[in-house]
């Protein structure tokens, strides 16, 4: 009797450990909430709100693996980008999301969409997907990691570049 009560008494405690162990992969946490609301800061230009979503040593690596740029740099140059806009945003039908705790315990949200924007000079839709790996810690971005393809908005805003010389 004494065997079978303290067997099961390890196996609770080996239960109850394994459930206050973080889950390593999801699709539905703080993080990932606090990605969408960064956003919606974007998309409605709420700049402010957005530069608040990271910690004031975040690095941002934009199609580059070696070349970072401060948070408010970055946003000087979305609002750059987006000043050639009529419209911008993210198709939700088309926003995927997980949160991945690596083997180190750093916590990572990747995040896979497609961006749209209209150019204000000709009204053309360009159409580019888009991939984010964010690194939190306390609910702070301090590193982000983007990859996209330029090669078409580079090339029409050549284009209206030329066309007004």
Known sequence: ????????????????????KETRY??????IDLLKKGIEHYEKGDWDQWLDQYADSAQIYQNTWHVWS??????EKH???????????????????ERIIDDNGKI??????????TLKANNKVIEIPVHLTIQ???GKIIEEWGFWDTHELNRELS???????
């Open 1 to 20: 009797m004494k065997n079978i009560l303290l067997s099961a008494l390890v196996l609770i405690l080996t239960l109850s450990c394994d459930n206050l």
């Open 26 to 31: 999801t699709r539905n946490c703080t993080e």
């Open 70 to 75: 401060s948070p408010e740099v970055t946003r």
């Open 79 to 97: 609002k750059e980008l987006i000043s050639k806009l009529s419209s911008y945003s993210f198709e939700r039908e088309e926003l995927s999301m």
């Open 108 to 117: 990572w949200v990747n995040s896979w969409a497609l961006w749209r924007g």
């Open 136 to 138: 939190f810690v306390d």
């Open 159 to 165: 284009m209206i570049e030329q066309n007004t010389n």
